[in-house]
């Protein structure tokens, strides 16, 4: 059964530095999104992408970050000049259609990032 | 606005029934039942389309009411597998929002 995949299951970085998260969606699948969990709490949406473009974004998907699809499988959230609160579980998900034409999304086991 | 559930947390023991509720604020073109448990990614339950949609799956069931923006997942004769933190979602265009969440646990 096809997944999406995430890498690396778990990054440690030190405050200030840059991190890329990596996320392999559904090869079919056409709408792209980041997740980030704090731990304990909700699940909190950052961004959807469509079409090698940003469909909608959050509040939290500020200059800080960036989402980039740089060859037909990869999707990748970067994350500049990081600070403790970005510590969380970040999921990549992948749904085949989005908007009125709902399709459930198939989720990434998630990438822990701890920022020291 | 993120749909609110209720109740924020629930213990069942084991065959007991449970119902967790999910309120939007905002009108949703569908609503999504997810169960996230300790460390894991969200898995999907189930979507529904339609206004007065009704799904199930094995023991766990779902209904939407699209006027009221209302959704309800009924869970029948719990079983401990059931235990995690169940989210309702739904998208407006392209931005998803999860619902507050509701732990369960189901105790022998």
């Known amino acids: 059964e096809p997944e999406v995949t995430q890498t690396p299951s778990h990054q440690v970085t030190q405050m200030g530095q840059e991190v890329i998260l990596r996320c392999v969606p559904i090869?079919?699948?056409?709408?792209f999104y980041w997740y980030r969990q704090i731990l304990g709490q909700k699940v909190e949406f950052l961004v959807s992408f469509y079409n090698n473009e940003i469909s909608e974004k959050s509040e939290i998907f500020d200059d800080q970050f960036s989402v980039e699809r740089p060859d037909g499988s990869n999707f990748t959230l970067k994350i500049r000049s990081t600070k403790l609160e970005d510590s969380a579980m970040y999921f990549c998900a992948s749904s085949l259609y989005s908007g009125e034409h709902s399709y459930e999304q198939y989720f990434g086991p998630g990438t822990r990032l701890t920022v020291t | 606005q993120q749909p609110v559930q209720s109740p924020q947390a629930v213990i069942l023991r084991e065959g007991e029934d449970a119902v967790i509720n999910c309120s939007s604020s905002k009108a949703l073109y569908s609503v999504h039942w997810y169960r996230q448990k300790h460390g894991e990614a969200p898995v999907f339950l189930m979507i529904l389309l339609k206004g007065g949609e009704q799904k199930g799956h094995d023991k766990i069931s779902a209904s939407f009411n699209e006027k009221k923006q209302q959704s309800s997942l009924y869970l029948t004769a719990s079983q401990l597998s059931y235990s995690g933190t169940y989210f309702c979602?739904?998208?407006?265009?392209?931005?998803?929002?999860f619902g507050t969440g509701t732990s369960l646990t189901v105790i022998p």
């Open positions: 979602g739904g998208n407006t265009g392209n931005q998803f929002y």
């Open positions: 090869s079919n699948h056409l709408y």
